[in-house]
């Protein structure tokens, strides 16, 4: 039987460097923007993780928008409505810019009953309680006489990403389809610079920007694209 030496301490190889961390910290946080940085990532990664979120930020979160619109005495998009400063056209695009926030996945119906003369906002919609107008102070349209009224429908549902108001078919006559953008992220910006973790200088530093449009915090958006991402690499 042969005994085995101990090895001494100070001839023991050198354990392993700690294998780093990886962390996310919000630099910057705003009204409807963020600034957040993901470090230190192994070399390389920074852009996969950044190209993947801000693909998934930009397509692939649920929002709500207006998709159609039902106007008293109005056949199409190209008609006037008399008492009213902007045609139909204009009203319609204006009508575009309502942000909305959905509490469920139910579509709704907005309705505007307006009188002359005065202005016309976004916070004069009725809206059902299924959603919330986020920017209400929005000009919809001036209504010159006291005896200009507008009666209005607004059709709202959730979906993703954008809906061009001709790729619409089927609508009953009276019925004029909107361009409806879902998505509630509106930019994503992304870069990577290089960090030092001990004595290795080529580790990943991913610096992401995101700005939306009110009705989700950029922090929220930024959630939940990632649990997106951990859904798809997990089938």
């Known amino acids: 039987m042969t005994l085995e030496t101990p090895l001494d301490p100070l001839d023991m190889p050198p354990a392993p460097p700690p294998v780093p961390v990886p962390e996310l910290t919000i630099e910057n946080e705003e009204e409807g923007y963020a600034r957040l940085v993901a470090e230190p990532l192994d070399p390389g990664y920074g852009t996969t993780l950044g190209n993947s979120l801000r693909r998934i930020l930009l397509s692939s979160l649920e929002g709500a928008a207006i998709t159609s619109v ?47 003369p005065g202005e016309i906002t976004a916070g004069d919609l009725q809206v059902p309680a299924d959603f919330e107008v986020v920017n209400p102070s929005l000009h919809l349209a001036t209504l010159d006489g006291p005896e200009t009224r507008i009666n209005a429908e607004f059709h709202a549902q959730l979906k993703r990403g954008y809906t061009p108001a001709t790729e619409v078919e089927g ?16 930019k994503v910006n992304f870069h990577v610079e290089k960090v030092r973790v001990g004595q290795a200088t080529d580790f990943d530093r991913m610096v992401l920007e995101v700005w939306t449009d009110g009705t989700v915090a950029p922090v929220e958006a930024v959630g939940q694209a990632a649990a997106i991402l951990i859904d798809q690499f997990a089938l």
């Open 70 to 116: 039902r106007i008293d005495q109005v056949q199409h998009e190209f008609s006037t409505i008399e008492g009213m400063q902007e045609d139909c056209t204009e009203f319609l695009l204006n009508v575009k810019e309502i942000r909305l926030k959905a509490v469920s996945n139910r579509p709704g119906t907005l309705t505007l009953d307006a009188e002359g």
């Open 171 to 186: 609508m009953p006559i009276g019925v004029i389809p909107v361009d409806a953008v879902f998505s509630p992220v509106r």
